[in-house]
């Protein structure tokens, strides 16, 4: 089965730019999660999609939205982009929603890099 | 409020030795813990989990322990390899949360 894959790998923006990222999760996997990873910074939670439905929503501002498309792909969108959205964007797909004894499988991830 | 939380940026050990990298979480309501590893230029691969009703899941080299009363758990790798090196982190869920807590990670360094 091929794995989570992400495009683009690769990211050069400038601010007040907007951007899309794309996610497109392994065969059967109906839930799709976004997260952010800052230098010396954890994965923070995004939002999770689920048959189409944002099921949870992490803290961030609203400049940062997603969805999910009947194929289960999903894209998530940065507008105004700022010097802070710099990071590593990472999916994960799961087959069922995410929580407790559902592991996550992640893709290699989109690395942004606002200028 | 970070609710996971890993206190050690990095560790490094010697090849053969045991490694144990430590999480600590604050949620009471989390039921369900799991470690991912994570090399440069990929996303972080699952490694091991345990349930909140276990105290210990063992999987090869690789363990992880839970202390429910301390809000504890630890991943002992043994013995260590130069192939362990990367970035471990730990992650915690609730049952339908939808999402996992992880912390911030800790960058295993294992020497030959």
């Known amino acids: 089965k091929a794995g989570v894959t992400q495009t683009p790998r690769y990211l050069i923006k400038t601010r007040g730019q907007q951007v899309t990222l794309s996610c497109s999760p392994i065969?059967?996997?109906?839930?799709v999660s976004w997260y952010q990873q800052t230098p010396g910074q954890g994965l923070q939670f995004l939002f999770e999609y689920f048959s189409e439905t944002q099921r949870n929503k992490g803290n961030f501002p609203g400049r940062f939205s997603g969805r999910q498309f009947s194929n289960s792909r999903s894209e998530m969108n940065v507008s105004t982009l700022e010097l802070g959205d710099s990071a590593l964007y990472l999916c994960?797909?799961?087959?069922?929603?995410?929580?407790?004894?559902?592991?996550?499988?992640f893709g290699p991830g989109t690395r942004l890099l606002v200028l | 409020d970070q609710q996971v939380k890993q206190n050690s940026p990095s560790l490094s050990v010697q090849e053969g030795r045991i490694s144990i990298l430590n999480c600590d979480y604050t949620?009471?309501?989390?039921?369900?813990f799991l470690w991912y590893k994570k090399y440069p230029a990929e996303g972080p691969t699952f490694l091991i989990s345990?349930?909140?009703?276990?105290d210990k899941n063992e999987d090869g080299r690789f363990t992880v322990f839970l202390n429910k009363s301390a809000k504890h758990l630890s991943l002992h790798i043994v013995p260590s390899q130069p192939g362990d090196s990367a970035v471990y982190f730990c992650a915690a869920s609730e049952v339908n949360a939808g999402k996992s807590t992880f912390g911030d990670g800790t960058t295993l360094t294992v020497k030959p």
């Open positions: 065969s059967g996997h109906r839930s």
């Open positions: 949620n009471s309501m989390f039921d369900y």
């Open positions: 994960a797909s799961s087959p069922q929603p995410g929580g407790a004894e559902e592991t996550q499988y």
């Open positions: 345990i349930s909140s009703i276990k």
